[in-house]
């Protein structure tokens, strides 16, 4: 797979689920089902970068199949809400954009400054 855009990779969930899965699972189960994979990339995270270990048997963690997996139950909500991830995600960068332009440029425990006035090339 080489470059996918968020639209194509909808149309190919929503087509996965209709050959493979039967149909979508109700917008609840997915919603369970976010948890348990937001859980599982939480485990790992904990384990990889936090102060908890691994056991033994659980040694190679797979954090991008995790995540992918996150990214696919995110994917079927979206599908079955009818919600068109592309526009939303824009969107949301823009509001981002927009109220945060220079929150974290202001805080101190990101700068190590105070006051400290985002560079002019700064998107
Ligand atoms: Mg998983």
Known sequence: MSQMSIQEYQNAVDKWVKTYGVRYFSELTNLG????EVGEVARIMTRTYGEQSFKEEDANP????ELADVLFVTVC????TGIDL???IEKNLQKKSTRDKERHWNNPKLTGNTGVKPP???P
């Open 120 to 122: 002019d090339n700064k």
């Open 86 to 88: 592309t526009a939303a």
């Open 33 to 36: 089902i976010l948890m348990e």
């Open 77 to 80: 909500i979206a599908n079955q």
């Open 62 to 65: 797979a954090l991008a199949d």
